[in-house]
């Protein structure tokens, strides 16, 4: 029997897409609650091994991407060369209004009026100076009019984009992306910073983002927030990065607003160190930071049989 060894855990785990790709999978992402990313590890390892790295960051820009880029590049010392944005003809409709039981159906007006959300993600990247490629990753219920109508808008904003059918076709269905980030690399328009300095007071960070970032007027805090504050920078924990946890539905930390809302503020609940990962954690709305897994999980399902086929994964 293999013995597994919890001092193996910090190896990062090598497995490969059904295709034969090379990918590493090391610690989890949970954008809205954690800093959205795999290890530092397992990025440096993959850039050792590779000419071109592709990482996620969990959820949108505002999540994910921005812990992304203000957090994890800056204690790896890694500068990005592009970003690519997903977009789904769904969510931009749901994000303009229509109701979700009904977004295989086509709504022009709905897609139209979600799209200024599409128009923040992209703006959100590029503040950290990166060129941005759209994915618009296809649903079937998608007409060919909506996917035009998000390709157009990418464009006009500047962005190179393409249609992603991955899901479908395997690697075949994401050559045109690949192509796209490819010219984008070629170009090398990069010129990545995070967007704030850590000697900045806790305050002074949490605002920046809310405003730069959520596109909010600022920030309101508890008292039981305003306490931890003061007592995080007077034992030296001011100068880190901050991680805001937040809803992944909305820019704002109300779920139930959608699009691309102004006007709004922030509310900080809490805030607490997390010492060891070397930054501080504010809870913003009404958010739970333990994430919620199905009662069941997928690889309850999946086996390999004797031959060596895996079964299950779908």
Not at 84 to 93: E, F, G, I, Q, W
Not at 222 to 245: F, N
Not at 262 to 269: D, K, L, M, Q, V
Request: net charge neutral; charged share 25%; with cysteine.
């Amino acid at each position: 029997a293999m013995t597994l060894l919890l001092k193996d855990a910090i190896r990062p785990n090598l497995v490969q897409t059904l295709e034969g790709g090379p990918a590493f999978v090391h610690a989890g992402p949970f954008g809205n609650i954690a800093h959205g990313c795999n290890s530092i590890l397992a990025t440096k390892t993959a850039l050792a091994l590779a000419d071109i790295v592709v990482t996620e960051a969990g959820f949108g820009s505002d999540l994910g991407a921005e812990k992304f880029l203000n957090i994890k590049c800056r204690f790896g010392g890694l500068k990005p060369d592009a970003a690519v944005v997903v977009a789904t003809v769904r969510a931009l409709k749901l994000n303009g209004g229509a109701d979700k039981k009904h977004l295989g159906t086509e709504n022009v007006g709905a897609l139209e009026r979600g799209l200024p959300n599409l128009d923040k993600h992209i703006e959100n990247v590029r503040q950290f100076g990166l060129p941005v490629v759209v994915a618009v990753n296809r649903f079937l219920t998608d007409t060919e009019r909506e996917l035009q109508i998000v390709a157009e808008r990418a464009r006009s904003s500047g962005a190179r984009v393409a249609l992603t059918e991955v899901w479908e076709k395997g690697g075949a269905g994401g050559e045109a992306l690949a192509r796209e980030v490819h010219a984008t690399l070629k170009e090398s328009k990069a010129r990545f910073a995070p967007l704030y300095d850590t000697a900045r007071p806790i305050k002074e960070k949490l605002d920046t983002i809310v405003r730069k970032v959520y596109g909010g007027d600022g920030v309101d805090y508890a008292a039981k927030a305003e306490r931890a504050i003061e007592y995080l920078e007077s034992i030296g924990l001011g100068g880190t990065p901050v991680c805001i946890a937040k809803t992944q539905y909305s820019l704002t930390d109300d779920p139930a607003k959608l699009g691309r809302p102004t006007g709004f503020r922030i509310t900080i609940n809490e805030v607490h160190p997390s010492a060891g990962a070397g930054f501080v954690v504010a809870q913003a709305g009404d958010i739970m930071t333990m994430p919620g897994l199905p009662k069941e999980p997928a690889a309850t399902r999946m086996s390999i049989q004797p031959d060596g086929q895996i079964v299950g994964l779908f």
